[in-house]
């Protein structure tokens, strides 16, 4: 899924959201794959996210010069203009949300718990490195431990 704004870029995350600042347009370009076009190794499939990522860079490169996907019709709107309609309840029910997080913050000793468990725990693993790289440490750790469990079987 790739996602261009062609008037107001998103750029302070929930802020823009807090104040009522929403892109004026939307457009989303989605591509549906078949399990069968997808690489069974992992060297493949890196390789393939690799170049996944470097069209859609492509795509959204070309939507930023054209305005739109090449791909797009533009007499058929996704949502129709009554959208704008549910702008005002979203916004309650975002804000609603935001304020029964701080009241459980302030009130709750098991939020208050989660919220430092998480916080130290996604700290550990900034500082560790990303949370991928974790896991390609893991990975080779398994390989290396049935490598060797395979040697000693096949010597003794």
């Known amino acids: ?52 990522w470097y069209d859609k860079e492509k795509r959204l490169e070309n939507f930023y010069k054209e305005g739109k996907f090449p791909e797009e019709d533009e007499t058929k709107p996704y949502f129709p203009s009554s959208a704008d309609s549910f702008r005002i309840p979203i916004f309650l029910i975002w804000n609603s949300g935001l304020f029964l997080i701080f009241y459980l913050v302030l009130v709750s000793p098991v939020t208050r718990s989660y919220l430092l468990f998480s916080n130290v725990l996604l700290f550990v693993l900034s500082t560790l490195g990303h949370i991928e790289d974790i896991d390609r440490k893991f990975e080779n750790i398994d390989t290396q431990t049935e490598t060797q469990t395979t040697s000693e079987s096949t010597t003794s």
């Open 1 to 52: 899924m790739t996602l261009g704004y062609p008037k107001t870029l998103p750029h302070r995350g929930e802020m823009d959201i807090l104040t009522g600042t929403f892109p004026e347009e939307i457009h989303v370009h989605i591509k549906r794959y078949n399990m069968s076009d997808i690489p069974a190794e992992k060297p493949e499939i890196d390789s393939w996210l690799r170049e996944l």
